[in-house]
C-alpha cells in the first residue's frame, strides 16, 4: 500500500499563499488520481481538489480560481498551490490515492493550515 506524507502546512495571514506537499512512498501511475481532502474542526472531511488521467483536474466551488493541484514528474510528488488564503480555508489538509487496479485508497497523515484574518 502507498504511503503519503503532507508537509507545507502552517499559519499565515489572509491574503498569503503556501503551497503543500504530498510526497508517496512509490511512484504513482499518471493515470492514478490523486485527491486533495481537507477538514476543519467539527466539520467533516470534504473534497479540494484532484488530478488524474492526462493531469485532468478537478477543484471544490470554494477553491476553484484560488488552488492548484500539480504532480511533479518524479511520480511521487503531488503539490496544492494555495493563493489567496482566507480564513475559511483553515483545516487540516489530506491527500489521498484513489482505489483501483492499483490497490486500496490510501491517505495522508495530514497538515495542519491555519489562515489569520
Known amino acids: 500500500q502507498v504511503q503519503l506524507v503532507e508537509s507545507g502546512g502552517g499559519l499565515v495571514q489572509a491574503g498569503e499563499s503556501l503551497r503543500l506537499s504530498c510526497t508517496a512512498s512509490?511512484?504513482?501511475?499518471?493515470?492514478?488520481?490523486i485527491h486533495w481532502y481537507r477538514q476543519a474542526p467539527g466539520m467533516e472531511r470534504e473534497f479540494v481538489a484532484a488530478?488524474?488521467?492526462?493531469?485532468?483536474?478537478s477543484y471544490s466551488e470554494s477553491v476553484k480560481f484560488r488552488f492548484r493541484i500539480s504532480r511533479d514528474n518524479d511520480q511521487k510528488t503531488t503539490y496544492l498551490q494555495m493563493n489567496g488564503l482566507k480564513p475559511e480555508d483553515t483545516a487540516v489538509y489530506y491527500c489521498?490515492?484513489?482505489?483501483?487496479?492499483?490497490?486500496?485508497?490510501?491517505w495522508g497523515q495530514g497538515t495542519q493550515v491555519t489562515v489569520s484574518s
Open positions: 512509490t511512484n504513482i501511475p499518471r493515470n492514478r488520481p
Open positions: 488530478i488524474g488521467t492526462a493531469d485532468y483536474t
Open positions: 489521498m490515492v484513489a482505489a483501483g487496479v492499483w490497490g486500496p485508497a490510501s
